[in-house]
């Protein structure tokens, strides 16, 4: 029984391993749809490190997996908390400066901070003109096919899991995800 428990042991420390990385450190999540193409397509798998914005802030453009109920979705952050995010003409405003956005896959409707205020806040509480604070703007990079902060709402912080970081499937475009 003693060489048992001696020859289990290693594998008990493993598992505990395992998990407690999986759990706090990185774990794997699947891309679903086609809203982040042409950067992320349907399928491919990513890790998700849970520690980034502990260490970091979050950043524009940061590609962020969104808890949304039991689903997990992947977006890309636009607007940081206090920004004035607008599109128009198919070009991206923050802060009244216009900013090269090359990640959208094809052309990005009209929008300011109050169309997105007022998909999930109450109409009369739209009286903000930035991003509030603890909230993100969101959009995917296939904006003809995404549902993310234009028809969701902004997102809020504590429902941001983490940043996707590294692409392990398919194997022929293994990498860092910019």
């Given amino acids: 029984m003693e060489k048992f428990v001696k020859e289990i042991i290693p594998y008990i420390i493993i598992i505990v391993v395992v998990v407690l990385v999986r759990s706090f450190i990185i774990t794997p999540v699947e891309v679903d749809g086609a809203s982040m193409e042409n950067t992320l397509h349907d399928g491919e798998l990513l890790l998700l490190s849970k520690i980034s914005y502990k260490v970091s802030d979050i950043k524009r453009f940061d590609i962020v997996v969104i808890n949304k109920g039991n689903d997990k979705v ?105």
Avoid: H, Q
């Fill in 74 to 178: 992947v977006k890309r952050v636009i607007g940081l908390p206090g920004d004035k995010v607008e599109y128009v003409d198919n070009k991206l405003y923050i802060n009244d400066e216009e900013v090269k956005d090359i990640y959208a896959k094809n052309a990005t409707e009209d929008f300011d901070i109050k169309d997105i205020c007022m998909v999930k806040e109450d109409v009369e509480d739209c009286t903000y003109d930035t991003v509030p604070e603890g909230t993100y703007l969101v959009l995917g990079d296939n904006r003809l096919v995404s549902a993310d902060s234009r028809a969701n709402g902004f997102i809020k912080e504590e429902d941001i899991v983490g940043k996707a970081v590294f692409r392990i499937w398919p194997l022929n475009k293994i990498g860092f995800i910019k």
